[in-house]
C-alpha cells in the first residue's frame, strides 16, 4: 500500500503571498490531519478533516485554512504568509473512525520557507 | 487547555537502557501515544496505552499511569539507529491529538 505523500515537498515563498499544500492520504483512510512543526514547537495541531468535513481544528488564526475532497485528498490553504509561518508541514493520515485507537500514518512534510 | 512536558534531549551509550518520561494535564484524557521521527523523516508510530500499565513491543515498552497522569516510553538495548527525536502525544475528547516538543535523544557509541 502506497505511503500518504505530500507536494510539494519544499517551497519558498515571500512575505504576503499565499500557498497550498497537498496530501493524498493512504488507500481506504478518511481521516486527514495537518501539523506545523517548527523546532523546540514540536508538532503542533493545526486540522482534521473526515468525509469532506472539518471535525477538529487547533488554534491557529483563520489565515491557515484547509479542505478535504471527496476521494480523501487534502488541501492546507495560507494567506498572507508571516516569516513565523516557516516550518514543516506534516500531514497523517488514519482510517477514521477513532482517532484515539487510530494509529496516525505521516506523510514526509513539506518544508515551507517564507523571506 | 492541554501541556505535556518531556525532556528535550537524553544521551545514553550503546547497549544502555533509557527511559523518556512524558507528564501531561489534560482534560477528556483518552490515551497516551510515542511516536519516533528521525532527522529529516516523518513521525512514526511506536505505541498506544489507553490503560494503566506496560505495553511491550520488542525492544520499546511503554508505560501509562492515569493517576499520576504520568507516561514513559522505556527503550532496551540501545542501538545507534535510535538516536531520534520521541513524541508523546495525548489523545483526548475522543479524537483529538496533543504532540509534546519532544526528546532528541543521542545514543553514544
Known amino acids: 500500500k502506497a505511503g500518504v505523500t505530500q507536494t510539494p515537498r519544499y517551497l519558498i515563498k515571500t512575505r504576503g503571498q499565499q500557498v497550498t499544500l497537498s496530501c493524498s492520504p493512504i488507500?481506504?483512510?478518511?481521516?486527514v490531519s495537518w501539523y506545523q512543526q517548527t523546532p523546540g514547537q514540536g508538532l503542533q495541531f493545526l486540522f482534521e478533516?473526515?468525509?469532506?468535513?472539518?471535525?477538529n481544528k487547533g488554534n491557529f488564526p483563520g489565515r491557515f485554512s484547509g479542505r478535504q475532497f471527496s476521494n480523501s485528498r487534502s488541501e492546507m490553504n495560507v494567506s498572507t504568509l508571516e516569516l513565523g509561518d516557516s516550518a514543516l508541514y506534516l500531514c497523517?493520515?488514519?482510517?477514521?473512525?477513532?482517532?484515539?485507537?487510530?494509529?496516525?500514518?505521516f506523510g514526509p512534510g513539506t518544508r515551507l520557507t517564507v523571506l | 487547555g492541554q501541556s505535556l512536558e518531556q525532556p528535550s534531549e537524553v544521551t545514553a551509550v550503546e547497549g544502555a537502557i533509557v527511559q523518556i518520561n512524558c507528564t501531561y494535564q489534560?482534560?477528556?484524557?483518552?490515551?497516551l501515544s510515542w511516536y519516533q521521527q528521525h532527522d529529516g523523516g516523518a513521525p512514526t508510530f511506536l505505541s498506544y496505552?489507553?490503560?494503566?500499565g506496560l505495553e511491550e513491543t520488542g525492544r520499546f515498552s511503554s508505560f501509562l499511569s492515569r493517576s499520576d497522569s504520568y507516561g514513559y516510553l522505556l527503550l532496551q538495548e540501545l542501538q545507534m539507529k535510535d538516536s531520534a527525536s520521541y513524541f508523546c502525544?495525548?489523545?483526548?475528547?475522543?479524537?483529538?491529538?496533543?504532540f509534546g516538543s519532544g526528546t532528541k535523544l543521542n545514543v553514544k557509541p
Open positions: 489534560t482534560s477528556g484524557f483518552y490515551g
Open positions: 488507500s481506504g483512510h478518511r481521516s
Open positions: 502525544a495525548v489523545i483526548y475528547n475522543f479524537n483529538k491529538f496533543y
Open positions: 497523517a493520515s488514519s482510517p477514521g473512525q477513532a482517532l484515539s485507537t487510530d494509529t496516525q500514518y
Open positions: 478533516y473526515f468525509s469532506e468535513t472539518q471535525r
Open positions: 496505552n489507553a490503560l494503566d
